[in-house]
Structure formats: C-alpha cells, structure tokens
C-alpha cells in the first residue's frame, strides 16, 4: 500500500528492489489524494526508475466506463515512463462486480511474487 505519509519520491529513487502500487480512483478517474504528491513529485523530478521493479493493482469500478481504473492506469504509465519494469500484468479490480476486493488481490499477488 502507498500513502503520501509512507513512501516519498526518495524512497522510491533509493529502492533497488520491486514496488507494489495498490491505487484506486477518484473524482472522474483521478487519482486519489494520498498518492498525489508521490506522483507529482516524480513527475516533476523524473528520477531513473530503471532499477526498480513494480507491479499495479488498480481498484475501480466499471460503472464509471471510461476512467475505469485510470488512477492505476496512469500511476503505471508514470513508472513505465521513468524505465521501471512492470512485472505481470496490471490488476484491476471492479468494486461494482467484485465483493471481495482483498481477496482477489491476494490470489493475484501470489501468482505475481512467484514472477520476481
Ligand atoms: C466519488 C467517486 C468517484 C469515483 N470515480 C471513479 C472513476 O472515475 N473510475 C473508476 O474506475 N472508479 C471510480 N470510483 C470507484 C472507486 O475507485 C472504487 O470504489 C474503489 O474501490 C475505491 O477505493 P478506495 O476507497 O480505497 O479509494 C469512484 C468512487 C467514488 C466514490
């Protein structure tokens, strides 16, 4: 999980390991408050991020169709564009259909450890 308060554009720029971004979406597919200042700073600075490995698990909600999971969606982009190397596939979980959003994200995040 990242929060603004948790993790900072350093930790991330220091990290020679992976990163696990677990992001919803907000407002019209944007992306939440807490994440914000990560992504901006990092946007800003652009650090080398080629080191780094990551993975996305993105939580939104097909009712809102266009923007489904964009906060996800665009935090991946953001960390694709600075050279870090999405493993797997990116999750994205519809609060509208899935009940148990934990659940299916702990399946996922099994398969996605024995990736690394
Ligand atoms: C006001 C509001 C706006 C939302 N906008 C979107 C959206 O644009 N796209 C999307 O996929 N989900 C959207 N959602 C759904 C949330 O991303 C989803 O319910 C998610 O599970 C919320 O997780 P959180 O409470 O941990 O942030 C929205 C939810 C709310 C309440």
Same mark, same amino acid.
Do not use: K, N, T
């Given at each position: 999980m990242v929060t603004d308060s948790l993790i900072t554009p350093q930790d991330v720029d220091a990290e020679r390991g992976v990163v696990l971004i677990c992001c919803s979406t907000h407002g019209e597919g944007e992306l939440p408050e807490n994440i914000r200042p990560l992504y901006d700073a990092l946007a800003r600075t652009r650090?080398? @991020?080629?080191? @780094?490995?990551?993975?996305?698990?993105a939580l939104g909600d097909q009712s809102y169709r266009e923007t489904f999971c964009r906060g996800g969606k665009t935090i991946d982009a953001l960390f694709a564009s600075l050279g870090a190397e999405r493993i797997g596939e990116r999750l994205e979980i519809d609060a509208c259909t899935q009940p148990l959003p934990d659940e299916e994200a702990l399946d996922w995040a099994k398969e996605w450890v024995s990736l690394l």
């Open positions: 650090p080398d @991020l080629s080191h @780094l490995r990551y993975g996305v698990i």
